[in-house]
């Protein structure tokens, strides 16, 4: 697939906005390599900067955490993309947008035909200066760019994202239980995880830390949220059970960030195994969370203590890229959360 091959004329020259300098910007940093500028880069930097246009790609799931971590994904491979986003008719950027862009660096014929469409939606409309609106909504006309497949790889399409510029009410519903949605928003980057600090908050934001690729790492996250989300004063390995579950079903439901760097391999045999693990034996998240939330009755009885302290399983785990060693070691001790894994076996069968 590739894009349109017409070239469009240049039309008069809009200055940019200080909002759509930045995205420029941003999206000269995101290339691959010394390559041109695409589509790919322009959507992916126009998710950063603080504006409607970035509320829209947000509202449809496209954040800077995973258009940074598809771009990471597809570097330097030459099957990334089925879209060419016509880089055969890369020009200089100066010939889009003049003096208003530094000399050296291409956009890709399609980024060229999006800046191009952008310029003349600034002349129609009398505007003083290019905005980051209309460089998105042209961006998003391209069906065939490469900032279109992204948005399917993401699992929408331009004119969802569209739609949602024109005033629609984002739908919040991805298909994930309720009560995952807040480990969903912390993958994408909607929330930042409290206990790392300001400073680290800001890293994790700033640099779109894809906490899908480092599963061991977002269960550490996760436990330590959901002890204060079930009210609970100290965590222990049935709270590691239940982040790891939350973990693997909302990375199973955006394969496209917990593949990040795998080349193909089986997320389900390698990061995932200790989740794919535990829904064989028929155990999810629901029915743990609901288990834990029952725990003062007999019928879950999970006892005080476990035989070793819950951040010896962590660090013991955090040599494999995955969370099976994690779920063996859970399963194989004398720990609380394998009283409750044995005590929904009982209840089920």
Known sequence: MTSHPGQS???????????????????????????????????????????TARRALADARVTKTVMLSLLRDRAGRAD?????????????????????????????????????????????????????????????????????????????????????????????????DLMLWKTRDGLLGHRAYRSLGFFKRWLVISAGVN??????????????????????DEQRTEHLLLAVLATHEVAVHYPHLAAEGLAGANLLDTRYAGGRRLHEMGVDYASVW?????????????????????GKYLDAAASDSGTGPLVEALLRDDTRARRLVEALDAVGG
Request: net charge negative.
């Open 9 to 51: 004329p240049t039309p008069t020259v809009v200055e940019p906005d200080w909002s759509t300098a930045g995205v420029l910007g941003a999206a000269r940093g995101a290339r691959d390599d010394e390559g041109p500028i695409g589509t790919e880069q322009l959507l992916a930097a126009l998710t950063d900067e603080g504006s």
């Open 80 to 176: 990334a993309w089925t879209s060419t986003d016509d880089i055969a008719r890369s020009v200089d950027i100066q010939v889009a947008l003049g003096e208003h862009a530094a000399k050296g660096v291409q956009l890709t014929g399609a980024a060229r035909r999006a800046v191009d469409t952008a310029m003349a939606t600034a002349v129609q409309q009398r505007a003083k200066k290019l905005t980051t609106i209309m460089l998105l909504r042209a961006v998003l006309q391209d069906e065939q760019s490469r900032a279109a497949e992204a948005l399917r790889i993401c699992g929408t399409t331009p004119a969802a994202v569209i739609a949602l510029l024109d005033g629609a009410e984002p739908d919040p519903d991805d298909g994930l």
């Open 211 to 232: 906490w899908s690729s480092t599963p061991i790492a977002w269960v550490k996250m996760e436990a330590e949220v959901h002890v204060k989300w079930l009210g609970h």
């Open 290 to 310: 609901s288990a834990i939330d029952r725990d003062e009755s007999e019928r879950f009885a999970l006892g005080a203590e476990d035989s070793r302290a819950v």
